[in-house]
């Protein structure tokens, strides 16, 4: 199975491989089926944009790497839940985000790597949410690299989970940091850890960023995991760079924007090629990277042209040149 973009979903070769879901996690579509022209225009007009299917190209690439779907739609319902009760001025809802939180390390955890479903995947009104969700599994991949204990993992999780939720109460994006401290402050039972996450993770390491330009070990490490995996996902997501690219690009970035402790944990935790991305090798010959087992970014692959199968861990000659499908 592989993820496409629902546009070029093709009836005569491709079967829906996974159910899609609505926002409220209801299946629309089950498994196994191919989709009817009329009901794919339908998706298309709910605002479904990806797909995971099934062809002969991707057949025996199982996608064990990407994230529950029923888990990460559940987490978004809940920083939404989130966003909402702040804004009506109620107390921020801590214990759901604390269950919401639990599930996510248990995701992680269970897994080598992580493979995230595009947060402009989940219908517009929670693809805010949605990143927040995203960055939360990149900084929890993270921390399970920079071995942080169970304590730090969950402060960790749930400060990334509402990083942005001053985002609620302002329209002014320079005053979001401040006012999702505030928020998350007023809440005896959490960490004032959380609260400095999201106070902290527009600040950069040379001191220029937003709302203190504070530098260097004044930064707390956690507000850098959020900062980065933050950019990491917006330039994925919001900007459809690849995978590789933008770790090449926040590497540039290192001791300047972030520590290089940081950029190190970020390379050393997310993957460059993901499962199901067609790529073109320095050999001339196309493949499509079937899994990802110890090395991180150099994956299993199969050749499109006869389906040998190999590793580029074991051929270290062999280079990926060029990507031919966004993921
Ligand atoms: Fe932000
Ligand atoms: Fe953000």
Redesign the pocket.
Known sequence: MRLIQIEEYNQKTMELAKPIYDVKGRVLLGAGHRIHPKYLEKLKSLKISYLIIEDAVSSGITLDEMVDMPTWIDAIRSVHFAYKAVKDKQLLPFRDIQNTVKKLITEVRSRRVIMLAPSTSAADEVQEQAHCVNVTLIALQMGKFLQYNELQLKDLAFGCLV??I??AVTDV?EE??IK?FNLIRNVREVNLVCAHIAYQ??ECFRGQGFPRKISGNEILEFAQVCAIA?EYENLIAREGISPYTAIEMLMTKSDKVYSHRIVDALFKSVPSYLPGMKVELNTGNEAIVTKIETHLHRPHLRLLENGEEFSLEDNPTVIITRELSPF
């Open positions: 990083h942005d001053g985002k994006y979001h940091p999702g993770h527009h933050n």
